[in-house]
């Protein structure tokens, strides 16, 4: 079975700095899909960024960016230029390729920014 | 404007009391997800509906039933809630491939 663990249960970072959040997985799958979505407060869970496993470059989107090992299994996010806004849960998940919707996610990590 | 929603957003049962709550979307997309998320831990898929067919979790319990009546609509049917069915309830939806759009979810509450 796949597992998505994210060691991480809080992190905090001041506004305008970077900040990166951990994620390993264990698959023996060889077409798998990687994401990070947030979920702030009362509000529903958006999709931050999405890496396809066969694709060696690291995806990015605006402030944020991914850093995938394969080999080592692990999908650390990155966040620059925080913002108030990014506070909220952080989850990694994980997706079969063939099953792209039915998402493993990790435990979550709870990020604060500090003005 | 919200794109998938979920009604009601707060619902409080009595233990055993029969419950559903609803999903409705108005992006077209023809897979249908509902996630449980208990306090502090990671959703949890409990099935899925593509098109008109019906996929359970395999350790989904019985006591959860769905509904997807047509492409707009699904529902999740708690038959007997207990203690322990209190929780965040998602809906989701993608086309096959496709990105993931959530509900704001419901929270369930069971006395």
């Known amino acids: 079975a796949q597992t998505v663990t994210q060691s991480q249960p809080e992190m905090s970072v001041q506004e305008a700095e970077t900040v990166t959040l951990s994620c390993t997985y264990d698959t023996s799958e060889s077409d798998y899909y990687l994401f990070w979505y947030k979920q702030p407060p009362s509000r529903q869970m958006i999709l931050v960024i999405r890496?396809?496993?066969?694709?060696?470059q690291n995806a990015t989107e605006n402030r944020f960016s991914v850093n995938f090992q394969k080999a080592a299994k692990s999908f650390s996010l990155k966040i620059s230029d925080s913002q108030l806004g990014d506070a909220a849960m952080y989850f990694c998940a994980y997706a079969v390729g063939t099953s792209y919707g039915k998402l493993t996610f990790g435990q979550g990590t709870i990020l604060t920014v500090h003005p | 404007d919200a794109m998938v929603i979920q009604n009601p957003r707060y619902q409080v049962t009595q233990f055993g009391k029969p419950v559903t709550l609803s999903c409705s979307q108005t992006l077209n997309h023809n897979v249908m997800y509902w996630y449980q998320q208990k306090s502090s831990q990671a959703p949890k898929l409990l099935f899925h509906y593509y098109d008109k067919d019906f996929n359970n979790e395999a350790d989904t319990p019985d006591n959860f039933q769905s509904r997807r009546p047509n492409t707009s609509f699904c529902f999740l049917d708690i038959r007997s809630p207990g203690l322990g069915d209190a929780a965040m309830y998602l809906c989701a939806t993608s086309r096959a491939t496709g990105e993931l759009f959530f509900g704001e979810g419901s929270r369930l509450t069971v006395l």
């Open positions: 890496q396809e496993a066969y694709k060696q």
